[in-house]
Structure formats: C-alpha cells, structure tokens
C-alpha cells in the first residue's frame, strides 16, 4: 500500500493529466485549421508570414481530406488515451506513447515540407509542431521516470 500512495504522490502521475490538457491544445489548433480549409476562409498570419502559402498547397490535403483533420483525429486519440491513463489504464498509456512517436514523425515530415519543400511557414502549423514535441516528450519523460527515476512507477 505504501508503494501505491507513492505512486500517487509522484510528479510522474501527474503526466497524463498534462498531456490531456496539452492534446486539448492541439486539438482545437487543428479543428480550428480544419474549419479554415473547409470553409475557404483566410487565416490570419499575425506572427509570421506563410500560412496561406502552406496551407493553400498541395501538402495541405491528402486524398481529399486535409492534413489539420488527420492530426484532430491524432489529437483526439491522444487526449481519450491520456484520460484514460489518468484514470489508470496502463495499456491506453502505452498506446499514448507509441501515438506520440508516430505523431512526432509525421510532424517532423511537415516541417520538412514547409522549410525545404514550400519554403514557407504556417504559425498554426508551428504551434501544432509544438504540441506534438510536448506529447511525445511527455511520453519519454513517462518512460525515463520509469526506468531510471522509478522503476517502481507504473504509467
């Protein structure tokens, strides 16, 4: 029982909490890109210019569909499976894990695409990157304080 307590009491018990609400965050970016393609509507560029370059291109779609609605799918499952770790489903903490690896990959595709491919960068675009990198760090923070910090940690 006292091991169970400690569990409780680690920061690391807290990681699927915090990357629930860092899925949100990357859920809404990407419904809310989702909605701009869909509609034809202009997103404004405040910080940098280069979102409708990206994100009128060729790489803004695939098969028809556009590439914000894949990583809303992506967010959404990384969120249901965060919550469901937090409640204690180890198996959805894994599969969390294994998500944000391939997450992270596609992302970095992206950001190869929009450097060297379309020579621009979209700010929404940028943040979703951001998002993703924290997903998949706190996955591999989870499997550090696991092996090395922890072992008796179980998420």
């Not at 009491?9 to 859920?27: D, E, T």
């Not at 799918?73 to 770790?85: G, K, M, P, Q």
């Not at 998949?136 to 550090?144: T, V």
């Amino acid at each position: 029982m006292d091991d169970e307590l400690a569990e409780q009491a680690s920061p690391a018990s807290k990681l699927p909490i915090i990357a629930v609400m860092v899925a949100l965050i990357g859920l809404a970016d990407s419904v809310y890109l989702t909605v701009q393609h869909l509609t034809a509507a202009p997103v404004p560029c405040s910080i940098i210019s280069g979102c409708e370059t990206v994100l009128t291109s060729a790489y803004a779609e695939m098969a028809g569909v556009p590439t914000a609605a894949f990583g809303a799918a992506a967010y959404f499952a990384a969120f249901s499976l965060a919550l469901l770790a937090a409640f204690g489903n180890r198996a959805a903490w894994m599969l969390f894990g294994v998500l944000s690896i391939g997450m992270a990959a596609f992302t970095l595709w992206l950001l190869y695409l929009q450097g060297f491919v379309i020579g621009a960068f979209c700010q929404f675009c940028l943040i979703s990157a951001l998002t993703t990198f924290v997903l998949f760090g706190i996955a591999m923070l989870s499997k550090f304080w696991r092996r090395v910090v922890s072992p008796s940690f179980h998420f």
